[in-house]
């Protein structure tokens, strides 16, 4: 019987390593198959246009996104096809002109006989506040068509989005030869789930911080500089934490609001209350 009951303890702290394990594989897994989701949602690529022969292919990825200044950067690489082309689409055998629209800013020339290289592009972005983050959304709308030596000619266009702080809903057609996106974007699941968690860890240790304090003037501990050292820490540490926010966003956005401001707050006047209460408490002419 006494081996018996050796040999449970040691038992019981095998099985609760076991399922720790399988926990920690779960977790993992799981993290694997987001990241993986996410990854296949970045590399969409999205076409419309013309499958002309004779034909301009647009090859346009967004490659990183202002939601503060209101912009993304569109990289545009332009290849002629068929009779519209030199060396290989390398260069157009006759001036072609891109024509875009209002939200791109101006139009794109390229001389004829000249080589190609990719540009970017400013774009301006509609709707949303940066200040909503991190439940902000934007939207734009790409048009892109071509003339060739003063005639239109087709368009075939593909867009992906290669920024990661962005997941981005992409509907295309093709509007009088012209190739159009209605482009909607808004915070990818990886930046919304931080943000969500940092939220959640702002106000965990500002309640923390507001128990221990309340432990602390209760039963009249006085001064304990540990304590304090570790409120204080508290304090400071959330504002650097607060600027690990993905896409960094501006003071007074939502985040702040509804976390960052209330937590600095609570932190703050929780150490007040737990210094004065101190020095009343160490205070012989107080008791």
Request: zero cysteines.
């Amino acid at each position: 019987m006494a081996t018996l009951r050796r040999l449970s303890p040691a038992r019981g702290r095998l099985a609760a390593s076991g399922a720790l394990l399988l926990l920690v594989a779960a977790a993992v897994a799981a993290g694997v198959w987001l990241q993986f989701g996410e990854r296949q949602t970045l590399g969409v690529r999205h076409s419309t246009g013309s499958t002309a022969p004779d034909r301009v292919d647009i090859a346009a990825s967004v490659q990183r996104i202002d939601a503060a200044g209101r912009e993304l950067v569109l990289r545009v690489l332009v290849t002629p096809r068929g009779a519209l082309a030199e060396a290989g689409g390398v260069s157009p055998s006759a001036d072609l002109t891109l024509q875009t629209s209002s939200a791109v800013r101006g139009d794109l020339t390229f001389r004829a006989h000249s080589r190609i290289t990719t540009m970017d592009v400013p774009v301006t972005l509609t709707g949303g506040s940066v200040t909503d983050y991190p439940f902000d959304s934007y939207g734009t709308t790409l048009e892109f068509g071509a003339r060739q030596g003063g005639e239109p000619v087709p368009v075939r266009m593909t867009l992906t989005n290669n920024d990661a702080l962005f997941t981005a809903a992409v509907d295309g057609s093709t509007v009088d030869g012209a190739a159009v996106f209605d482009v909607g974007l808004e915070r990818s699941g990886s930046a919304f789930a931080f943000a969500v968690f940092m939220m959640v860890a702002m106000w965990a240790l500002a309640v923390s911080v507001l128990v221990g304090g309340w432990f602390l003037v209760t039963r009249r501990r006085g001064l304990t500089w540990p304590a304090l050292g570790w409120m204080a820490a508290t304090l400071f540490a959330l504002a650097a934490f607060r600027n690990t926010a993905p896409g960094a966003p501006p003071v007074g956005s939502l985040l702040d609001y509804v976390a960052f401001f209330w937590a600095e707050a609570i932190i703050a006047l929780s150490i007040v209350v737990v210094v004065v209460t101190g020095i009343r408490a160490e205070d012989p002419r107080s008791g």
